[in-house]
């Protein structure tokens, strides 16, 4: 079984400035897609970025980049220039897939984001 | 193009009721997902269909059955309602099951 973990359960930051999410993930499998979600009070969760195992290359969307570091199993989310809608809670999320299927996503707990004006 | 829909929103219960909640993407997308969320902690999955005609358990199948009743619709019941599945319901489809999945926006149960 997989497990998700996000060590910081709440971070505070003041706007437009860069801030760096942590999550650490334990697996076996070497096929596997991570994921970050954003869910912001309206509840819905929406994602933020997508990172396949296999690519060495790290994903960027617009402000949101990863780090993600497959030995270590560690994929952080850093936003830069950060803005107060991205005030939520930020899921870490692991999906496997290999020739035997795939499963749903695995999730970490969360961690708060606040953006401060 | 309205994504991923799911009704009733809110609904409260009271302990041994049942009731269904309900869940339709107009994407085209063959798979489809119940998870729940509880207070301080991820979505955990409950159920899903990898394709129209299967269904499987997640991680927390107990007190809960599903229907794939076509290739838009993903059905989640509750037949006897309990105090522990008091949560927020989220429904999600992808394309193919392994790919991306995209969520609706929720149906927060309260069991009393």
């Known amino acids: 079984a997989q497990t998700v973990t996000q060590s910081q359960p709440e971070m505070s930051v003041q706007e437009a400035e860069t801030v760096t999410l942590s999550c650490t993930y334990d697996?076996?499998?070497?096929?596997?897609?991570l994921f970050w979600y954003k869910q912001p009070p309206s509840r819905q969760m929406i994602l933020v970025i997508r990172q396949e195992a296999y690519k060495q290359q790290n994903a960027t969307e617009n402000r949101f980049s990863v780090n993600f570091q497959k030995a270590a199993k560690s994929f952080s989310l850093k936003i830069s220039d950060s803005q107060l809608g991205d005030t939520a809670m930020y899921f870490c999320?692991?999906?496997?897939?290999?020739?035997?299927?795939?499963?749903?996503?695995?999730f970490g707990k969360g961690t708060h984001l606040i953006i401060q004006p | 193009n309205a994504g991923v829909t799911q009704t009733p929103k809110f609904q409260v219960l009271k302990t041994g009721q049942s009731m269904t909640l309900q869940c339709a993407q107009d994407m085209n997308h063959n798979s489809m997902y119940w998870y729940r969320q509880d207070p301080g902690m991820g979505l955990r999955l409950i159920y899903y269909?990898?394709?129209?005609?299967?269904?499987d358990k997640g991680e927390v199948p107990n007190g809960y059955n599903v229907s794939r009743l076509n290739k838009r619709e993903f059905s989640l019941r509750l037949e006897s309602a309990a105090p522990s599945q008091t949560s927020v319901y989220f429904c999600?489809?992808?394309?193919?099951?392994?790919?991306?999945?995209?969520f609706g926006p929720g149906t927060r149960l309260t069991v009393l």
């Open positions: 999320a692991f999906m496997k897939y290999s020739g035997g299927g795939a499963d749903g996503l695995t």
């Open positions: 269909s990898a394709s129209e005609g299967t269904t």
């Open positions: 999600a489809s992808s394309v193919v099951f392994g790919d991306t999945q995209y």
């Open positions: 697996t076996s499998e070497s096929n596997y897609y």
